[in-house]
């Protein structure tokens, strides 16, 4: 029987900086091949073009999907009013909402990164941190201590991964995701930091493989119930949740 798996981190659209098929035909078929039971996704519209155009997308799409989960983008360049953009998402379904400082080049200290910080903290609405460079969670780590709601860091590989481990160590409501985490025993030693119950389970499909992030969880050693709390029963929490 195969495993129960929800992907906390896919998206679908086109990447500026890589030739690569990312098409929502794609991530379909993959997901549906690999037996994930719902993913979160965004369009990459809304990272790298247009975040309010990509959002009005990414809503349309998981709206006729139920295996995806939509998960909105504020971009702190372009919106001169956040909240709008955030009861707008609002209103077409979107609880999940993702910021890029290190693909968009904006600052921590953004003031209207902190407007959309609590405008989302209203509600206490999940939020993901692509974060990935050394240094910026630890400069965020004062805004994260504070958020009310969970919070999910996507690791960016080695480089980092003590960094946000150690952030997110006394935040019990920070967790990561395993994307990237391809060194031997990384995943182990995130469950040994954090407890398997702060870990989860994200492909980066399609520019990443699926498969690749299976089997880090099934050579890792985790016994049976901590691999199964990464591979749905953390995500399926914080969906129930929301």
């Given at each position: 029987m195969p495993p129960v798996i929800i992907d906390v981190n896919t998206c679908f659209g086109f990447l500026?900086?890589?030739?690569?098929?990312?098409?929502?035909?794609?991530?379909?078929?993959?997901?549906e091949g690999r037996g994930i039971v719902q993913a979160l996704t965004i369009s990459t519209q809304g990272i790298f073009?247009?975040?309010?155009?990509?959002?009005?997308?990414?809503a349309s799409v998981c709206s006729q999907n139920s295996r995806f989960v939509p998960v909105g983008t504020l971009d702190?360049?372009?919106?001169?009013?956040?909240?709008?953009?955030?009861?707008?998402?609002?209103?077409?379904?979107?609880r999940f909402f993702k910021f890029y400082p290190d693909l968009q080049g904006w600052p921590l200290e953004s003031p209207?990164?902190?407007?959309?910080?609590?405008?989302?903290?209203?509600?206490?609405?999940?939020?993901?941190?692509?974060?990935?460079?050394?240094?910026?969670?630890?400069?965020?780590?004062?805004?994260?201590?504070?958020?009310?709601?969970?919070?999910?860091l996507s690791s960016g590989g080695m480089d980092s991964?003590?960094?946000?481990l150690w952030a997110a160590r006394d935040l019990p409501h920070v967790s990561i995701d395993i994307h990237r985490l391809t060194a031997p025993?990384?995943?182990?030693?995130?469950?040994?930091?954090?407890?398997?119950?702060?870990?989860?389970?994200?492909?980066g499909a399609p520019e990443s493989t699926l498969l690749g992030a299976?089997?880090?969880?099934?050579?890792?050693?985790?016994?049976?119930?901590?691999?199964?709390?990464?591979?749905?029963?953390?995500?399926?929490?914080?969906?129930?949740?929301?």
């Open positions: 500026p900086h890589k030739r690569a098929d990312m098409s929502l035909e794609r991530l379909t078929q993959w997901i073009e247009d975040c309010s155009a990509g959002n009005r997308l990414t702190p360049r372009k919106l001169t009013n956040p909240q709008a953009e955030i009861d707008r998402c609002r209103q077409e379904g979107i209207v990164f902190e407007a959309a910080l609590e405008g989302l903290a209203a509600r206490k609405n999940p939020i993901i941190i692509s974060a990935t460079a050394p240094g910026m969670v630890s400069r965020m780590r004062p805004k994260l201590s504070d958020y009310p709601g969970p919070v999910i991964f003590a960094e946000i025993d990384a995943l182990l030693n995130a469950c040994g930091v954090l407890g398997a119950g702060r870990v989860l389970f994200g492909s299976m089997l880090s969880v099934y050579r890792t050693g985790l016994s049976e119930e901590d691999r199964n709390a990464v591979l749905n029963g953390n995500a399926l929490r914080l969906l129930e949740g929301n």
